[in-house]
């Protein structure tokens, strides 16, 4: 372990090929930092094994299962404060975060969404819904978003845009698979950029 470098939580509720895409970069020093734990909605989510595969330790949170929404939140809490976490990456997470992590967290917790914000995003406008209607509107680009997260969707000062186009002949499945490639080249950037101070975000 290396004790300069600050420690992430990512957040995932699916397969996870950004996170893999994060701890690939800080094996290739492009990202300078510790992925220190793995939070998942979803208990099957097959980013949990890429998690376990590398020993980062894991945590299901299902907010549910605790008496109210606050309890949820201060267990998440403790929990990110136990492992010493400085920064938070979402994912590909499909929840929002509890207030008091929020927070806790100012200007340290970024998302990752595959169109270009403020179009497309928002409450239900996540993985194959957004690539669906970008294409459904006949728009002849789209891209990646990486911003700062807060207690809406999607909201939250914009860090990092990259376009793709989007063809004619394109499937919501081809757009999405350009679309993740910039993903996983950008999101591991932005966090260097953002854990380095280079972002203005006063
Ligand atoms: C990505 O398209 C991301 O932008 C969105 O959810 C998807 C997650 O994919 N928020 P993965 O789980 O990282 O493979």
């Known amino acids: ?10 957040f995932i509720s699916g397969g996870g090929s950004n996170l893999q895409a994060l701890i690939d970069a800080t094996k290739a020093n492009i990202l300078s930092a ?22 980062i330790k894991t945590f299901i949170f299902k907010s549910k299962k605790y008496l109210s929404p606050e309890d949820a939140g201060d267990k998440l809490l403790e929990i990110l404060k136990e492992n010493n976490i400085e920064y938070i990456a979402l994912s590909g997470y499909l929840r929002l975060l509890p207030k008091q992590v929020i927070e806790n967290y100012p200007k340290k ?15 239900g406008m996540y993985g194959h819904f957004v690539h669906e209607a970008v294409i459904k509107n006949k728009e002849i680009e789209s891209g990646v978003t990486v911003h700062l997260a807060d207690e809406i969707y999607d909201n939250g000062k914009i860090l990092a845009q990259v376009k793709v186009p989007v063809m004619t002949e394109d499937t919501p499945e081809s757009l999405a698979e350009r679309v993740l490639k910039q993903e996983h080249r950008l999101f591991p950037r932005v966090l260097q950029k953002l854990i380095k101070g280079e972002y203005n975000i006063e």
């Open 109 to 123: 917790i970024i998302n990752i969404h595959p169109a270009l914000l403020p179009k497309y995003g928002g409450k």
């Open 1 to 10: 372990m290396d004790i300069m470098k600050p420690k992430v939580a990512v």
């Open 34 to 55: 510790e992925i220190g734990l793995v939070v998942s909605n979803k208990s099957k989510a097959f980013g949990l094994t890429r998690a376990k595969n590398e020993n």
